[in-house]
């Protein structure tokens, strides 16, 4: 176990985590977060935004700050991985073509994130290494 892991900070940055990425790939804009996702995130992440046939139009944003609690915690030879469990409510807003009242989806999710670093020696920052559906 690492003596320096505080779940109260870790999951505070978690979230902060959670919704920047969430924003970057809604937008289709990862290379401001591509040092926080794993190889193969960013590689799945990249590979869904490439296939949209165009730029969304809609804006997103978080109803309220999601919830996160940390669902498992291993710690494997040099290797410390952490489940996240996230659930959140997302607000879409399409912006109405003749300049009217804007329409607004709501969407909830709920998802595991699973967040890794090596632990001995010089500790790497946490990457999202996993991206998993939840029940709400």
Do not use: C, M
């Not at 919704?19 to 869904?48: I, W």
């Amino acid at each position: 176990r690492d003596a320096s892991f505080n779940e109260l900070n870790f999951l505070e940055k978690a979230r902060e985590t959670y919704e920047q990425v969430v924003t970057a790939f809604h937008k289709g804009e990862l290379d401001g977060v591509k040092e926080r996702l794993g190889e193969r995130v960013y590689a799945s992440f990249a590979e869904a935004i490439a296939a949209r046939a165009e730029a969304p139009r809609d804006t997103l944003s978080f109803v309220e700050p999601p919830k996160a609690d940390i669902d498992a915690i291993e710690f494997k030879d040099d290797t410390a991985q952490v489940r996240v469990r996230f659930l959140s409510e997302l607000a879409y807003e399409t912006p109405d073509a003749d300049g009217g009242k804007p329409l607004t989806l709501y969407r909830r999710a709920a998802e595991y994130w699973t967040f890794q670093r090596a632990y001995k020696g010089a500790a790497g920052p946490w990457t999202l290494v996993r991206v998993e559906a939840a029940k709400a």
